[in-house]
């Protein structure tokens, strides 16, 4: 329609006649071509920039995980934009939660990159590890509590007691990097999916043997025949709500009846 970067109607610099980063933020639109071009210059000037700013301002780069920059330009300027007449689903809860889950999610991001990369030991490769790479899986992030005033934002990583020794070793091969702290006590998470649940070769044996509940309970799966386990079973909704993994067969089902 004759509207791109070049022509009469992109907006340019009145001062210097240049091209302008331009971004189109509406909702639907806010992975198009335009904004992930003027998202990576951007992006590319803070890189080049950054480092001449001082020691400090290099060290808060090098601490930032990979796409977190564009991320969180990108849901401030929805966050902050209130005129477009977008209806922004605004998510409930304080901002260290939302930050929290968007370095979470980061940090998964990465993993999934280096596990799919030459980076990564053939052994891991292998697809019956793709289970591992979901987001209940993941380590809890606390603050750093040695962390300075005016210092980027670190995260202390604490690995689930439960973890077993195979998910372990996998994790440290695709990211040796990262400070670990103590273990983090308490039960895998709660799944509401089948996909989302916590696998059995992924738990310590002595610990699923201490609670075979998991399996009932939403927590932990069978990790199927790739592991030589039976297959997983399908979460069956019980009357309250709550997800209980059952055999399709026996399982009691509500019928609603209009």
Known sequence: MGIGEGTDK?????????????????????????????????????????????????????????????????????????????????????????????????????????????ECDEKWQDPKY?????????????????????EARTFLTMEPEWRSLELSMLFTAIDEWRRAAEQKTGPPPLAQTLATHICSWMVKTVILEENADWFDSGRVAHSGEAWGEEEPRELVKDRKGKGKA????????????Q
């Open 10 to 118: 992109w907006l340019k610099d009145p001062a210097t006649g240049k091209d302008l980063i331009c971004f189109d933020w509406w909702v639907g639109k806010h992975n198009d071509s335009i904004n992930t071009a003027g998202l990576q210059r951007v992006v590319d000037w803070i890189h080049l920039v950054g480092p001449q700013m001082g020691d400090a301002t290099k060290g808060i780069l090098l601490a930032i995980l990979p796409g977190q920059i564009e991320k969180n330009k990108k849901r401030k300027r929805v966050d902050e934009d209130d005129d477009l007449g977008d209806d922004v689903e605004i998510v409930d809860g304080g901002l260290d939660c939302v930050h929290m889950n968007s370095h979470v999610q980061s940090k998964l991001d990465v993993h999934k990159r280096k596990h799919r990369s030459n």
């Open 130 to 150: 793709d289970s591992a790479f979901i987001l209940n899986v993941m380590s809890d992030d606390e603050d750093d509590p040695e962390q300075h005033p005016g």
């Open 246 to 257: 059952q055999d399709s067969r026996t399982a009691k089902k509500v019928i609603v009846r």
